[in-house]
């Protein structure tokens, strides 16, 4: 009896242990995908990092980030300053582009990112904003050594949304803001001159794991404070349906030039990425190829005495593409590409730092409406990768304008600054991610 009673229970337990088991299946299947998770996304822009981090606890993923490098520019200028790019700055000098401490908190529905930019990024990025000669507080210092820092309130809905306040990347362009996660160190006209940043807040939406639709309200265009009176407000919509094919839309509305609270712009990037080989072995081990396609304009009042900016002359046009090879097992890479812009009005062309002029001091280099600048690039980038960890660069760049604007040998520091309409540099680098 004792025996028989004894086997009931066993068997009654291994029923429910396995009607359970059960359950918990069917709801782990039930449970909506995550995004982007149903293939491996390492080959697009961006998206290039460790496969997993050894200091990774529950709550904190952190990540370390070193951009190390060396620029030579042909034209050898005398005081060392290189001029037209947001990621190369110093002649004849090893520099710190980016050093990157940071991570990212998660707890529950509740997450944090964080890090830094330190190194020469920390003097660069905010010289390029005018907004906080608009008022008081210094916000170029109170931001100047955070690259993002935003926080998220997940909501179990659909595929997932997420709630983002604070300060964070933009990927208008395509290229990522560290030249780690980028198939070259300089990117072409289009990237380098449109936004890597907002501060503001975003809403990610995930109607499935394949599409993301974001829409923002945001300070302005990459900038710490709001221009006029006027936030910005953009959208995002990335869409991935296979593992092998990714298309990005970013479009932009607000009024972003200083003191002219009656001129409008808007904004359209968008880019297609493709994967179309992939064989493991010590050959060709991926290849993938991307273009990206950007045009906009400023419109409205110029101020007393100056010409009205139009759509006629105050416009954006661009175009960048590139091809890239990996080889043996991807520790090997080769870039090739290169782009074009005419941006007539110049709103997007970055100020030469002549004399030290920024984009709140600029008075040597003329942006009324109509001044034409068009310009082109070509490069060709060669990577070592030993592990996911750490990328050795070696980069040649030729790049051309229509107006002078590189440095010239007798530098940007003079009374009379030397400027040449062509542009041939070196550029060696190493780059690390933990």
């Not at 991807?330 to 005419?342: E, F, K, S």
Request: proline share 5%; glycine share 10%.
């Amino acid at each position: 009896m004792g025996k028989i009673m004894l086997t009931t229970v066993l068997s009654t337990i291994l029923l429910a242990t396995s009607v359970l088991a059960a359950e918990e299946k069917k709801a782990e299947e039930a449970k909506p995908a995550d995004p982007f998770a149903f293939a491996d996304f390492s080959w697009v822009p961006g998206n290039y990092a460790p496969a997993e981090s050894k200091m990774a606890t529950k709550y904190f993923t952190p990540e370390l980030r070193l951009d190390a490098a060396y620029h030579y520019e042909f034209s050898n200028p005398k005081d060392d300053t290189i001029s037209g790019s947001s990621e190369v700055f110093r002649h004849r000098e090893f520099q710190l582009t980016q050093i990157g401490v940071g991570g990212d908190f998660n707890y529950e529905n509740v997450g944090f990112r964080f890090m830094t930019q330190l190194g020469m990024y920390s003097t660069t990025t905010p010289r390029n904003d005018s907004s906080p000669s608009r008022g008081q507080w210094q916000l170029a210092d109170a931001y100047r050594y955070i690259s993002e820092a935003y926080g998220t309130y997940h909501i179990n809905s659909m595929n997932g949304i997420n709630i983002q306040a604070g300060i964070f990347m933009s990927y208008v362009g395509l290229w990522s803001y560290y030249n780690f996660d980028n198939w070259t160190y300089q990117p072409s006209y289009v990237s380098s001159n449109t936004p890597w940043f907002f501060n503001g807040m975003r809403i990610q939406f995930f109607p499935s794991d394949k599409l993301k639709i974001e829409p923002w309200l945001i300070n302005g265009w990459q900038s710490y404070g709001t221009f006029n009176n006027q936030p910005g407000l953009g959208l995002q919509v990335l869409w991935r349906p296979t593992g092998t094919f990714s298309l990005l839309g970013n479009q932009y509305y607000g009024s972003d030039d200083l003191g002219l609270p009656d001129r409008r712009r808007v904004h359209t990037d968008d880019s297609v990425m493709v994967k179309y080989y992939e064989k493991e072995g010590h050959g060709i081990s991926q290849a993938a190829a991307s273009l990206t396609v950007d045009a906009g304009c400023d419109w409205g009042s110029s101020g007393v005495g100056s010409p009205d900016a139009t759509c006629g002359n105050n416009f954006f046009l661009g175009m960048m593409a590139y091809n890239r090879l990996w080889f043996d097992n991807n520790h090997y890479g080769l870039t090739l590409g290169g782009g074009a812009i005419n941006n007539p009005g110049r709103y997007l062309v970055l100020v030469p730092p002549i004399n030290g002029a920024t984009a709140s001091n600029n008075t040597v280099f003329s942006e009324n409406p109509g001044d034409k600048f068009w310009a082109w690039d070509s490069q060709v980038t060669a990577d070592y990768m030993p592990t996911r960890n750490v990328t050795f660069r070696l980069e040649f760049n030729h790049r051309y304008a229509s107006v002078p604007y590189f440095a010239g040998h007798g530098g940007m520091s003079s009374g009379t600054p030397d400027l040449s309409k062509i542009e041939n540099r070196l550029t060696a680098a190493m780059m690390v991610r933990l």
